[in-house]
């Protein structure tokens, strides 16, 4: 880390408090790079790893900026903020505001699964600064309930997210709406994707600089558990929390039915659980997230929707009950741990459907998770019998030494119902009587002579 201190990057005496009361002393190496370019008019794209600190490093210089500048347009929103998920938009709103505190400006927030009456009542009072869902803020574009013609900042928070979710449409209109002369700062994980370069020049309009901070990837220890099935991972996963010391953990599941269960299940088991999903209400997942970050529940069980972005101190192990899809989604989710150089820990637990999925992940991190087991509990389960070089389960496809022959294939005969059909026995017809010629008077009838 650094010994440049805030002190040396932003210069606003209301910031410097309110950085100073949140106890920040030395920015992290995005922030470093990224708050002087902002601050110098630049247009940005900045790829940086998950809990690196990415939140500050657009809030801090567009904060000072819009501080220090008069607006043009009293009548326009000054910065808007795009971010893929709720939970992550309501993160950003309540950091803002905690740098904001001795100042006068005003923060919204734009999501769905809130009264879309009550949020134009929010935009008519002009808040300077706005952060938002875009499917969302694309509703009330269409209705005209937003100003953004003398916007200073378009920043795009989680780009790689938004793209995934198929928001990319929703973002585009909206930034058309922007003003021209705004800076526009995308910040990502990664800004590897083919979409992510179709994004940039659709939401960029100038000469942009691309910020890449390599840094050492989080202290986490990864590991997997093999299982059965289900409901051996339903005991694995009770067992393997009440042999762990931990201050809190996420247990992630790829759907919001396999959340609820094992959010029953682990009440029934005495813990102090935490559910988010998307069968849960807004307030209910805000309720959630309180408790899980004050300590009043240890354990928060998600699906994908708490995997980005989310910043909570204190998490020291993350559980894959299901594993991710992907390389990229099981980072973010891992990302929930070893934040601000802190220790991690990670454990999957892998069933035979889940090896393939595991083992591609293994490759595109470059990392082999130590295989863990819990006395008691070892299944029968010891992975594929046979293995490919990449380390994936070999086929059971069965190869014939010969071919068959034409005249080796039986030939198949099509069996009709009609075939089947009981018509039962027919008669017989009865026997024609042979043609007589009745003379009458006596005379009998001769027989006709045969031809």
Not at 19 to 47: C, F, H, M, N
Not at 246 to 264: C, I, R
Not at 359 to 374: M, N, Q, T, V
Request: aromatic fraction near 6%.
């Amino acid at each position: 880390m650094s010994s440049t201190r805030f002190h040396e990057l932003i210069a606003d005496s209301q910031l410097l408090k309110a950085i100073d009361a949140q106890g920040y002393e030395q920015p992290t190496p995005v922030q470093l790079q990224a708050i002087p370019r902002v601050l110098a008019g630049k247009d940005l794209l900045v790829s940086s790893k998950t809990g690196s600190g990415k939140t500050a490093a657009f809030l801090l210089p567009a904060l000072q900026k819009i501080l220090n500048d008069r607006t043009t347009n009293p009548a326009s929103s000054r910065i808007l903020i795009l971010t893929p998920t709720r939970e992550l938009a309501r993160q950003i709103v309540k950091n803002a505001e905690q740098l904001l505190k001795f100042t006068h400006i005003k923060v919204g927030m734009v999501c769905g699964g809130e009264e879309f009456k009550y949020q134009k009542a929010m935009l008519r009072k002009n808040p300077e600064i706005i952060v938002g869902t875009p499917g969302r803020l694309a509703e009330h574009v269409t209705h005209k309930s937003t100003d953004f013609s003398g916007l200073n900042f378009l920043i795009l928070d989680e780009a790689d997210r938004m793209l995934e979710m198929g928001l990319i449409e929703d973002v585009v209109a909206i930034a058309k709406t922007c003003s021209a002369e705004r800076q526009t700062l995308l910040f990502s994980a990664t800004l590897e994707p083919q979409g992510i370069r179709h994004l940039i020049k659709q939401v960029v309009l100038g000469e942009s600089e691309e910020i890449v901070v390599n840094e050492t990837a989080n202290a986490i220890e990864q590991q997997m558990i093999l299982a059965d099935d289900v409901k051996h991972k339903e005991k694995l996963l009770v067992a393997l929390l009440e042999k762990s010391a931990f201050e809190k953990v996420v247990v992630f599941t790829n759907t919001k039915a396999k959340a609820a269960q094992l959010d029953n299940l682990l009440r029934y088991n005495k813990y102090k659980v935490s559910a988010l999903h998307g069968d849960i209400t807004q307030d209910q997942r805000r309720v959630a997230l309180d408790f899980f970050r004050q300590g009043k529940t240890q354990v928060l069980v998600a699906t994908d929707v708490a995997a980005r972005g989310l910043d909570i101190p204190g998490v020291d192990l993350v559980v894959n009950f299901d594993m991710a899809h992907s390389g990229d989604e099981y980072l973010h989710r891992i990302g929930r741990t070893g934040r601000a150089d802190a220790e991690g820990r990670a454990v999957s637990f892998v069933a035979a459907n889940d090896w393939n999925l595991t083992k591609g992940i293994e490759r595109y991190l470059d990392a082999r998770f130590a295989i863990l087991s819990i006395p008691g509990l070892v299944g029968h389960y010891k992975g594929p019998d046979k293995l490919k070089s990449s380390g994936k389960a070999a086929g059971t496809k069965k190869k014939t030494d010969e071919k068959k022959t034409s005249s080796d294939k039986e030939t198949k005969v099509k069996v009709r119902a009609r075939d089947k059909k009981n018509i039962g026995k027919r008669r017989s017809p009865a026997a024609k009587p042979e043609p007589t010629i009745d003379f009458g008077d006596g005379f009998s009838a001769f027989k006709k002579k045969p031809q």
